[in-house]
Each structure stands twice: as structure tokens, then as C-alpha cells.
């Protein structure tokens, strides 16, 4: 079975430039998360879909960040413009409709460096 | 403000003996708390899963303990490979709640 795919695995951009994030979750898993991990720290959630439905965006810096999950599969991160402090790790992961399992499976994840 | 706290950045030890890494929080209630292990470049993996009404888990070599009194989780690999070595990071979840907060990690270095 496939995991979470994501790409660009690598992106460099100058500031002000937008940038974005795709994701493919596991099939049939119907909860996507994103979360933005900086040097030396932990995950932090940005956004959580439920089918294609942002049920937590309460994190996401609306201002210049967006997101989107059209037909409840793949979702798109994007960032516009980009800032300096917006070079880290973007995570995806999904998890099954029954979270009493507890697991989220995670991609590998997007390294933004901006200039 | 709610917060984790896992022991120390990093940690070494010796093959063959039992690593302790350790995760507390303040200001949280959870009903879930996780560890996952994270190698360089890569995203996190699923290791456990602990309830609050539970106090020990285990996975092969890896045991998981929970006090809500303590407020505090202890992740133990006994035995340790060099390939343990990677960081490891708890996370929580509230009671009812889809979010999980992640600690900084505990980086692992096992010393053949």
C-alpha cells in the first residue's frame, strides 16, 4: 500500500515569491492534516480536513496562507507571498475515519528554504 | 499555556542498554499520548499509542508508561541497536480532540 506522497520533497524561493504544496494521502483515508515543522521542533498543525471540509484551520496564517482539498483526496498548501520565516518542513498525513486508532501517517514532507 | 516538555535535545547511551527518554506536560489533560520516531529527512512514524486509563504499553523492545499524576510519559528501548538511534517525539491529544501537540523531540544516539 502506497503512503502519504507529497512533492516537491525540495523547494527554494526568493521572499515574496508564492509557493505551493501537494499532497496525496492514503486511499480511504478521509482526515488530512497539515503541519509545518521548523528546525529543532516539534510538528505544529496548520490546517485538518475532514473529507474536503477544514474542520480546524485555526492555525493556518490566513493572510498568506491557503488551502484546499477538492473532491476530498489531494490537497494543496500554498503560500502567498512567502516569507523568511516560512522556511521549514510542510507535513502531510492522514489517518482512517476511526482516529481510536490514534496513528497519523506522515510523508516525507516538503523542505521550503526561502531567501 | 499548555506545554511539552521531552527530557533533553539528545541522548546518548551504549548498544545494549536501555535507553529512558522522558515527556512531560503542564497545563493539559490528554486522553492520548503518542510517540513517533522521526530519521533525518524524513517524517514521523507511529511508534505507540497509551490511553489515559492506561500505565504501560509495550512493543517488542519498547515500553511505554503513563502517569496522569506525574503528568508525565517514560518511553524505554531496552536493548538498544544503533539503528534506534534517530529523535523521538511525544505527542498529546485532549479528551475529544482531533489535535495533536507535538514536543521538540529527544534526539537518540546509540554508541556501538
Known amino acids: 500500500e502506497a503512503g502519504v506522497v507529497q512533492s516537491p520533497r525540495y523547494k527554494i524561493i526568493e521572499k515574496k515569491q508564492p509557493v505551493a504544496f501537494w499532497c496525496n494521502p492514503i486511499s480511504g483515508h478521509n482526515t488530512l492534516y497539515w503541519y509545518r515543522q521548523n528546525l529543532g521542533q516539534g510538528p505544529e498543525l496548520l490546517i485538518r480536513y475532514e473529507n474536503e471540509e477544514a474542520v480546524d484551520d485555526s492555525q493556518l496564517p490566513k493572510d498568506r496562507f491557503s488551502a484546499e482539498r477538492l473532491k476530498g483526496v489531494d490537497s494543496t498548501l500554498k503560500i502567498q507571498p512567502a516569507e523568511l520565516g516560512d522556511s521549514a518542513v510542510y507535513l502531510c498525513a492522514s489517518s482512517p475515519w476511526d482516529w481510536d486508532t490514534g496513528e497519523l501517517f506522515f510523508g516525507e514532507g516538503s523542505r521550503l528554504t526561502v531567501l | 499555556s499548555q506545554k511539552i516538555e521531552q527530557n533533553s535535545e539528545a541522548l546518548n547511551i551504549q548498544e545494549g542498554k536501555t535507553a529512558t527518554l522522558t515527556c512531560n506536560y503542564t497545563?493539559?489533560?490528554?486522553?492520548?499520548l503518542q510517540w513517533y520516531r522521526q530519521d533525518p529527512g524524513r517524517g514521523p512514524v507511529f511508534l505507540l499509542l497509551?490511553?489515559?486509563?492506561?500505565k504501560e504499553k509495550r512493543k517488542e523492545r519498547l515500553k511505554v508508561t503513563f502517569d496522569t499524576t506525574l503528568k508525565q510519559s517514560l518511553f524505554h528501548i531496552t536493548a538498544s541497536q544503533p539503528a534506534d538511534s534517530a529523535t523521538y517525539l511525544c505527542?498529546?491529544?485532549?479528551?475529544?480532540?482531533?489535535?495533536?501537540?507535538f514536543g521538540k523531540g529527544t534526539k537518540l544516539s546509540v554508541i556501538p
Open positions: 497509551i490511553r489515559e486509563n492506561e
Open positions: 497545563n493539559y489533560s490528554p486522553a492520548y
Open positions: 505527542a498529546l491529544a485532549g479528551a475529544g480532540s482531533y489535535q495533536l501537540t
